[in-house]
Nanobody
Framework: QVQLVESGGGSMQAGGSLRLSCTASGYTFNGGCMAWFRQSPGKQREAVAGISNAGGRTYYAAAVKGRVTISQDDAKNTVYLQMNSLKPDDAALYYC??????????????????????WGRGTQVTVES
């Protein structure tokens, strides 16, 4: 059974940085793909960044591009989300998801949250202005 556990959230001043982690168990980085999404109260879950585990190709939402980096550590079965220059709009519950079955056309559909098979419980990010 695949499980994802997010960590690293917290409260930060605007302009600061955080690094979120998503550690997978029951899954190895072999042809799958993963992504970070976020959701704040009253809003839909939105894509932040995605990564194809095999090739390491990365994708970013326009709202975070240039401020966020997604990466992976195969040895630790962990995907990271480095967030810099935090803004109040970045405040949300951050989830990671994994797509186990296919990553076909990932560059075109990485931001569709219904396409992911398993999610973690999330880690909260608060940004103080």
């Amino acid at each position: 059974q695949v499980q994802l556990v997010e960590s690293g959230g917290g409260s930060m001043q605007a302009g600061g940085s955080l690094r979120l982690s998503c550690t997978a168990s029951g899954y190895t980085f072999n042809g799958g793909c993963m992504a970070w999404f976020r959701q704040s109260p009253g809003k839909q879950r939105e894509a932040v960044a995605g990564i194809s585990n095999a090739g390491g190709r990365t994708y970013y939402a326009a709202a975070v591009k240039g401020r966020v980096t997604i990466s992976q550590d195969d040895a630790k079965n962990t995907v990271y989300l480095q967030m810099n220059s935090l803004k109040p709009d970045d405040a949300a519950l951050y989830y990671c998801g994994v797509r186990l079955t296919t990553c076909a056309m990932f560059e075109n559909n990485w931001d569709r949250y219904l396409s992911y098979d398993t999610w973690g419980r999330g880690t909260q990010v608060t940004v103080e202005s």
